[in-house]
Each structure stands twice: as C-alpha cells, then as structure tokens.
Antibody
Framework: QVQLQQSGAELAKPGSSVKISCKAS????????ISWIKQTTGQGLEYIGY????????NYNEKFKGKATLTVDKSSSTAFMQLSSLTPDDSAVYYC??????????WGQGASVTVSS | DIQMTQSPSSLPASLGERVTISCRAS??????LNWYQQKPDGTIKPLIY???NLQSGVPSRFSGSGSGTDYSLTISSLEPEDFAMYYC?????????FGAGTKLELK
C-alpha cells in the first residue's frame, strides 16, 4: 500500500535550519509529485509547494520562497524539505502528500518542528 | 490567492444524523474542490475529489456537490469514526488553499 513516512519531531534554535524527510513506498516514486503543507493552530493548513520527483523541478508558494527548499533523492524514494533561518513562526506540523491530478491522495503522518531558544 | 470560507467552524451532531459542511471560494474554481478528514492523531485522508468523486475506500455515506464558488460535503448518517476535523481545498489555481476547517463533534 502507498505510504509516506516522515522523519521525527525537531527542536531547533532560532536562526538555524532543519531538514524533514518523507520516504515513499508502495508505488513508483517518480510518477507522482510530492506536495508539502504547513499546519498551525493560528493559520490552519498552508500549501508550501510541490516538487516533480522525476525532474526535481519545484513550484513554491510565494509566501515560502526563501524559507523552504524542496529536493528529492530518487535512489531512496525520499523527498526532503529544508526550512532555513528559523523563527518561532515556523513552529508547526509539516506534512508531505502525494499529488495526483486532482487531489493529494496519500499523506505522511506529519513532522513537528518547534523553534525555541 | 483564492480564499476558501468554510462553515460552520464547529458542528455538534448525533450518531445517525445527516450533516452538511459548506465551503465558498472567493472566485470560481471550476469544481476543483477536494475534501479531507483529519483525525485527532493528525492523520489526514482525502474523502472527495473534484467536487463529487468518492476517494477509493471512503464509505458511500460521504458525498460532495457544488459548482462555481459554492460547495458542500454531506455525511448521510454519522458513524462514531466520523467525528473529526474536515477541510475543503481548492486545486484550481496555485497555490492551493484550504478552508479553516470544521470540527464535527458529538452532541
């Protein structure tokens, strides 16, 4: 079955970076894009962007340009999101999701990022 | 960005009851509207895609409808496992945007 397994919770200091992973299984990794979504209590669900897992091409929500960097490692069927120059506003749960033509049809379990000094 | 206004934000309901959640887009989205369910443990799964298509494995008590800017999700007869958060999401333009969510609670 299709599964997206995300890395664990992160505690990071302001100004630092974190890299979250999303390992796919149960399907051909390069046939589907991977999307990333941020969830906070205050802002709800926000779409960060997506990566073409075959070509590595990316498309970012303007709000997250310069904050998030999406990459893939095809050899391990893993997508990554790096968050840089962290501030407390980056504290959230981050989800990866497999994107089909219409819908994000499989989601990771979420990765919690807490930014605190 | 397209704004998605979801209502109600909270919906108390009883087992067996029929409920409807609404979602309004700030501009027409040509039926590119999806519904997701989020459980308290954070697990998110799709329910309905492209307005009215049932995602594989989702019970037939879930249905979706709408057009233009107005869409809705209906659960025909609530089961215990249906009490959760529900979100609409538009896929018509980038970036995709989500409604603020509806918390379906046991009355």
């Amino acid at each position: 079955q299709v599964q997206l397994q995300q890395s664990g919770a992160e505690l990071a200091k302001p100004g630092s970076s974190v890299k979250i992973s999303c390992k796919a299984s149960g399907y051909t990794f390069t046939r589907y894009y991977i999307s990333w979504i941020k969830q906070t209590t205050g802002q709800g669900l926000e779409y960060i962007g997506y990566i073409n897992t075959g070509s590595g091409g990316t498309n970012y929500n303007e709000k997250f340009k310069g904050k998030a960097t999406l990459t893939v490692d095809k050899s391990s069927s893993t997508a990554f999101m790096q968050l840089s120059s962290l501030t407390p506003d980056d504290s959230a749960v981050y989800y990866c999701a497999r994107k089909t033509l219409y819908v994000m049809d499989a989601w990771g379990q979420g990765a919690s990022v807490t930014v605190s000094s | 960005d397209i704004q998605m206004t979801q209502s109600p934000s909270s919906l108390p309901a009883s087992l067996g009851e029929r409920v409807t959640i609404s979602c309004r887009a700030s501009q027409g989205i040509n039926n590119n509207l999806n519904w997701y369910q989020q459980k308290p443990d954070g697990t998110i799964k799709p329910l309905i895609y492209y307005t009215s298509n049932l995602q594989s494995g989702v019970p037939s008590r879930f249905s979706g409808s709408g057009s233009g800017t107005d869409y809705s999700l209906t659960i025909s007869s609530l089961e215990p496992e249906d009490f959760a958060m529900y979100y609409c999401q538009q896929d018509a333009s980038f970036p995709n945007t989500f409604g603020a969510g509806t918390k379906l609670e046991l009355k």
